[in-house]
């Protein structure tokens, strides 16, 4: 008998699981979002200011009680120790949450991070994560809470090669970038939370940083998690992998970083969460391993032309 082979985005398996369980169809989220190359602008009044007006308690995920980070914890002890699982903590400014407001803002479905850019404006996350009009980031993320502590900053416009794919070689192209609009103050989103540098994947051996957030379907606590893993080669790609339980729906785009600074929670970016199957293996492996494509030339052709705020266009 021939078995059925079914692939999931990183961001999404959790909720199909639970849909499936609950003898429910549900149509899978990626369906309603826009296909294709990124560039999606969007005429029109959508705003920072807006986004922070449409933020309120009632739109937020029911608020329960998360676990303390271990206030006694050495933090640059804990940046280095490798315990091939992620744990809760604080969060950090420069990390956070993608939210559809057509979703009325209770379910975040991936993670993004600010990166450096000229302008000050720019957020990076996979390139599955595409998330079309109207989507807020939240950076470091706080449950429940109605006033976020550095605020919500409309998304502008995406950039995703044209060429990504979830199989094959063009999954080594699931990277994007978006960028925000300023918030009522007229204040870029860097100049708020400070930002990730992007730099080349060094090689595929690094000690390196994950910070992400798992969706409140597949984590109850809904909080920040971070592991630091060392990465391999994902054999015949162009992709590193690290094995860390926990990184689960939600986490697509989450920052993989070196050189962590805890003093001021950046580092050097040299991936994001995704690339083969979303970001990691199908089956009982999904939330213990994780992918990444590499930091090459193609990454920041597509950073040149959201610099430039111009559509995405390969041969």
């Given amino acids: 008998m021939v078995g059925v082979h079914v692939r999931f985005s990183r961001w999404r398996r959790a909720r199909w699981v639970r849909a499936v369980l609950a003898g429910l169809y549900v149509v899978a989220l990626a369906a309603a979002v826009p296909k294709g190359a990124g560039g999606h602008g969007r005429e029109g009044s959508w705003s920072s200011e807006e986004a922070r007006r449409f933020w309120g308690p009632s739109r937020m ?133 400070g930002a990730n540098r992007l730099v080349r994947t060094p090689g595929y051996t690094n000690r390196t940083t994950v910070i992400g957030y798992p969706s409140s379907d597949a984590d109850a606590a809904d909080q920040a998690i971070r592991c630091t893993a060392m990465t391999t080669r994902l054999e015949g790609y162009k992709q590193l992998q690290m094995r860390c339980d926990g990184f689960y729906s939600g986490t697509s785009g989450s920052p993989w970083l070196i050189r962590f600074d805890e003093r001021t929670k950046t580092g050097d970016l040299i991936g994001v969460l995704g690339g083969l199957n979303g970001g990691g293996p199908d089956g009982d492996e999904s939330d213990k391993v994780s992918y990444s494509p590499i930091n090459d030339d193609e990454i920041f052709k597509l950073y040149l032309d959201a610099i430039n705020n111009r559509e995405p266009k390969r041969a």
């Avoid at 995920?61 to 006694?72: G, I, L, V």
């Avoid at 000050?120 to 950076?139: K, L, W, Y």
Wanted: hydrophobic fraction near 35%; glycine fraction near 10%.
């Fill in 61 to 193: 995920s029911e608020a329960t009680e998360a676990p303390a980070d271990d206030a006694n914890a050495d933090p640059q002890i804990e940046a280095q120790r490798i315990t091939g699982s992620a744990r809760h903590f604080a969060g950090v400014p420069s990390v956070g949450v993608l939210f559809y407001v057509g979703d009325d803002m209770r379910n975040h479905f991936c993670t993004a991070s600010v990166v450096h850019s000229p302008k000050g404006n720019m957020i990076i996350t996979a390139g599955h994560c595409s998330h079309g009009d109207e989507a807020a980031f939240v950076p470091d993320y706080r449950q429940g809470s109605g006033k976020q502590p550095f605020g919500v900053w409309a998304v502008d416009r995406e950039f995703v090669d044209p060429r990504r794919d979830g199989t094959g070689e063009d999954s080594d192209l699931d990277f994007a970038f978006a960028t925000v609009k300023p918030d009522g103050r007229g204040r870029q989103i860097e100049r708020v939370t």
